[in-house]
């Protein structure tokens, strides 16, 4: 569903993406960790078409994104790292909008998104919470029932509670097959417990890519530590 080849974007010697490879199957969740300023948000990016690759090749769905942005979006549903909104709006008014703008969508499933996420949309977006944001954002991205969906630090603002709703949506999802899911984030146990596969990446580069499944999660973790943490300087 999406393939990687070779692609850099260059900001500086090590800032941006170099030589990144990846190959993501249909229905697949694929984690991409790493500490914040690696380059994930880069790489998610260009896999959405916003940015264009100094070289290097994404195909989704045999598609280019950079060339061919609005046929994919039109299956595809996006979070990015930093949300921005229609602050004022009201979270049901937002949704409705958004509601429109997409084809052969269920009103009735939309209905059950904001009573899984316990959110109360008829305050003014402008007046809520980081967390309640987040979650008219990912509602927003996940009422299409995307082929592709794409979260980049997904529960950042969510309380504990509401990450384990999110993750409750993530699993029935994965178990249906029909969407193809990547997960960016800096926190070992949410892509431990969603994905399928990991790719870790660190100064840009794609440095080890494992799976998930039937993996000794206590060592998994050990190891991605080790990967974290720099050699002293003192």
């Known amino acids: 569903m999406i393939k990687v080849n070779e692609v850099t974007k260059k900001y500086g ?8 490879n990846l190959n993501i199957n249909d229905g697949e969740v694929y984690g991409i960790l790493g500490p914040n300023g690696a380059g994930k948000t880069t790489l998610i990016r260009q896999i959405m078409g916003f940015i264009k690759p100094d070289s ?9 994104p950079w060339d061919k942005s609005k046929e994919i979006m039109e299956y595809t549903g996006y979070v990015a790292g930093e949300i921005s909104l229609y602050e004022d709006l009201k979270g049901i008014e937002y ?9 052969n969508l269920d009103w ?33 991205a996940t009422m299409i029932k995307p082929k592709i969906l794409i979260l980049d630090e997904p529960t950042s603002g ?11 949506l993530i699993l029935k999802m994965k178990s249906s097959k029909d969407t193809t899911i990547i997960i960016c984030s800096h926190i070992f146990e949410e892509i431990t417990k969603l994905c399928d596969k990991v790719g870790f990446i660190k100064d840009g580069k794609l440095i080890e890519e494992l799976e998930i499944k039937n993996a000794d999660i206590t060592k998994l973790e050990k190891h991605f530590k080790k990967l974290y943490v720099k050699e002293s300087v003192l």
Not at 13 to 20: A, D, V, W
Not at 95 to 103: E, W
Not at 158 to 168: A, C, G, H, I, T
């Open 158 to 168: 969510l309380d504990p509670v509401m990450k384990n709703q999110f993750n409750e």
């Open 13 to 20: 010697e090590k800032i941006g993406n170099f030589k990144i």
């Open 95 to 103: 949704l409705k909008m958004i509601f429109k703008f997409r084809k």
């Open 56 to 64: 290097g090749v994404i195909l989704i769905n045999d598609l280019n």
């Open 108 to 140: 009735s499933y939309v209905e059950k998104l904001i009573l899984h996420f316990e959110l109360d949309t008829n305050q003014k977006i402008k007046k809520m919470s980081k967390g309640m944001k987040q979650k008219i954002a990912l509602i927003a």
